[in-house]
Every structure is written in structure tokens, then in C-alpha cells.
């Protein structure tokens, strides 16, 4: 079978290299390429994977709401989400799903067993933060907090969570068991992070969803406060084996796949 990655930029993708890893410990023929699909191409989509004969495809940035109109059905998880990130391909049908928020709590819980009385802070409101808020919700008991900066991001919410301000979640900081940063707040070298992390507890688990830098700036503050610390790459492994689990029903080689991104994180 062939499945593919599209996006813009893609050049670098690590998905390429982590689903290759995998066919080839499971021993599959199955291949993975990259794909780049500049947003002005996108009225061809359907043209240009049909002529590739895949069998599914994972959807980056920035097309992971563009691609909506084109799919034939979508599951639940990824419509309350609003954004798909793995597309199906049946006979001529595409079907859309969201591995993302689900690839994050099936890492989170390698770190952090039992989620299930856990009090979380998600900093951000924007699309990850929402899938992972979806995925959470179904596990997690107390009720998950969200701060943004914007609150009329919330308008469009139909989760039940507390939505707060940045200040009220630096105020009350020490509340929370986890705390999760989904924005993109102190990436393009600036330093700043997103809340100051005075009132953070001593043992509460500080996570980012950013893998590339390995350690961002609000990770390396948690660190040096004495914090446990836990970064984006499981989400990133975690989603692929998702979506090869949604392809093929099989599971994947999660550990392998694992070594093959953070080998090539290494040499770059
Ligand atoms: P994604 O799909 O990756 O979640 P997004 O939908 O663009 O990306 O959301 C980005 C999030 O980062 C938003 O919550 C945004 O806050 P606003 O809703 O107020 O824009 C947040 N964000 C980005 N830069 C930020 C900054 N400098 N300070 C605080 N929050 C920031």
C-alpha cells in the first residue's frame, strides 16, 4: 500500500522516515512519501492523490481544515475538532479522522499513568489545544481548565471546561497536576514564555507540544525550576501510529518509530 504526507512546507518532515521505519520492522512493502501541496494547488487535491493511488494520507500545515470540503465522511473526534490530519482512502471514498489530540494522551500516559483525577491547564485555544482538550475530556474527571489570551476564541467551544485568562492561570498555577502549552508563544527566538511560572507547584508535570527545539524556552524555565518536563514527540509518534492503525487495523512499532525521529533529530 502507498501513503503519503501533504503539506506545505514538507521538505522536512520526520513522517516520511518514522512510517518507513515501521513498515519495514512489521515487513511491509508499504511506502511513504512526502507530498508538497502548495495552498494554491489545493483545488486539485483530489486529482493529484488519485493519481498516486493512495491508500490514505496524513494532512499538515497548513491544510488540515482546507481539507474538509474534500472528504466524503468524518469521524466524530475530528469534526468536533474542526481539523483532519489523516484521510482514508475507500475505493473513492476519503474518510477524515484527528489522531493528534489522541496521539498526545496516549504519550501523556506513558509519563503520567493515571490521568484519571489529574487537574490540567492546556494554555491556548487554538486547534491543537482543542483536540487534545477533546481527547482528554473522555479520560480525565475534573473539569480541564484552558487559558488563552483571546477569549472569543472560546465562542465556538461546546466542550464543558473553565476557560480563563493567561493572568488567572498564572495566578493560580498551583492548582494543576499537568500544565500543557499549545501555543506558539516564545518559538521564532523569542524567549518570552507564554506565562510567567512563579506559582508552579514542585511536582506538577510541565509539558509542550513542540518538539523542534527539543527543549522550548517554557520547558527549560520548568526544568531549571526542578520540574518534571515531557515535549511533543510522543504526540508526534503517537499520532503516526494512530493513523497507520486507522490505514491498515495493525499497530505499529511504536518504539522503532520512536528511535528513527529522535536518530534523525540528531543528525540535524
Ligand atoms: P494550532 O492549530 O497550532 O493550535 P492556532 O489555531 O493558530 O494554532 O492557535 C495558536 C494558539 O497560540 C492560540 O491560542 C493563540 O492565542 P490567541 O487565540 O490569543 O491568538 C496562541 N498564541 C500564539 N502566540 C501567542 C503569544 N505570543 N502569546 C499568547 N498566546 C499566543
Not at 82 to 105: H, P, R
Not at 164 to 183: C, P, R, V
Request: charged share 20%; hydrophobic share 40%.
Amino acid at each position: 500500500m502507498k501513503f503519503a504526507v501533504i503539506g506545505d512546507p514538507i521538505s522536512h518532515s520526520l513522517s516520511p522516515v518514522m512510517h518507513n521505519t515501521n513498515f519495514k520492522v512489521l515487513g511491509l512493502n508499504d511506502t511513504y512519501e512526502a507530498l508538497h501541496i502548495p495552498v494554491q494547488d489545493f483545488d486539485n487535491i483530489k486529482e493529484i492523490i488519485t493519481e498516486k493511488n493512495l491508500s490514505g494520507f496524513n494532512v499538515t500545515i497548513p491544510h488540515k481544515e482546507r481539507i474538509i470540503p474534500f472528504l466524503d465522511d468524518i469521524d466524530e473526534q475530528a469534526k468536533a475538532v474542526g481539523a483532519v490530519n489523516t484521510v482514508k482512502i475507500e475505493g473513492n471514498k476519503w474518510i477524515g479522522y484527528n489522531t493528534d489530540g489522541l496521539g498526545y494522551v496516549k504519550g501523556l500516559k506513558q509519563v503520567y499513568p493515571d490521568l484519571s483525577n489529574a487537574y490540567i491547564l492546556i494554555l491556548g485555544a487554538g486547534g491543537a489545544s482543542k483536540g487534545i482538550a477533546t481527547a482528554l475530556s473522555q479520560c480525565v474527571q475534573p473539569k480541564l481548565t484552558i487559558a488563552n489570551r483571546t477569549m472569543s476564541r472560546f465562542d465556538n467551544w461546546k466542550l464543558d471546561i473553565n476557560a480563563i485568562t493567561l493572568q488567572q492561570a498564572e495566578q493560580y498555577l498551583d492548582e494543576f497536576d499537568i500544565i500543557i502549552n499549545t501555543t506558539s508563544a516564545g518559538l521564532d527566538n523569542n524567549k518570552e514564555s507564554v506565562i510567567r511560572l512563579d506559582q508552579l507547584s514542585p511536582n506538577t508535570l510541565v509539558s509542550d507540544i513542540i518538539y523542534i527545539p527539543y527543549k522550548t524556552s517554557f520547558l527549560q524555565q520548568a526544568e531549571e525550576k526542578g520540574n518534571p518536563i515531557y515535549n511533543g514527540l510522543d504526540m508526534f509518534v503517537y499520532q503516526g501510529a494512530e493513523s497507520f492503525k486507522i490505514w491498515t487495523g495493525k499497530d505499529a512499532e511504536i518504539k522503532e518509530m520512536k528511535l528513527a525521529v529522535l536518530n534523525q533529530l540528531k543528525g540535524e
